[in-house]
């Protein structure tokens, strides 16, 4: 039996397909695995296995056809540092930015999905210079020390403002 985490964990990941799904009606699942296929120590699978695969098995949520690019990472926890945002490095931020980081290729449109119980739901988006520019509200600039600057804003805001330039940069 799953522990209690786990459990939280893939239902946030089916949440966040459900609503892709429904946002651009093509079909988001949840990876097998949620990732670990091909992430972290197991990089060297990537050696292996066709394009395809390494998309299907790449972040925690396998995109829908027209998503080439896309790469997701999904975190559900009781609490957040939010504090620590004004303090310079989040390492537990930091952590979630690498393994997301870790499995992404190069033009690959990288977003963190977070949700802390009674605080809200978050997406973190990488943000590049050949990107165009995204709308955002209510919003703040995470500057990681490794993986450059990233938006962070609610979650339904941002793809309210922005679902067309995500499809876009995905494609």
């Not at 093509?26 to 699978?45: C, D, K, L, T």
């Not at 559900?76 to 952590?95: I, N």
Request: glycine share 6%; charged share 20%.
């Amino acid at each position: 039996m799953p522990s209690p985490q786990k459990t939280k964990g893939s239902s946030w990941e089916r949440e966040c397909a459900r609503f892709l799904s429904d946002l651009y009606k093509e079909s988001f699942i949840r990876a097998p695995g949620s990732g670990a296929y091909v992430g972290g120590s197991n990089q060297s699978r990537k050696q292996f296995l066709h394009e395809n695969q390494i998309r299907n098995f790449k972040g925690d949520i396998v995109p829908g056809q027209s998503f080439q690019r896309m790469n997701v990472e999904c975190k559900s926890y009781a609490d957040f540092p939010f504090h620590q945002l004004f303090q310079g490095t989040v390492k537990v931020l930091e952590t979630w930015i690498a393994q997301c980081m870790d499995v992404a290729d190069p033009n690959d449109f990288n977003i963190l999905f977070m949700k802390f119980n009674r605080k809200g739901k978050y997406v973190a988006v990488q943000l590049n210079t050949d990107n165009t520019e995204f709308t955002v509200s209510q919003h703040f600039h995470y500057v990681s020390p490794k993986y450059g600057t990233w938006v962070v804003m609610d979650f339904e805001l941002f793809f309210k403002l922005n679902s067309g330039i995500v499809k876009t940069l995905c494609a």
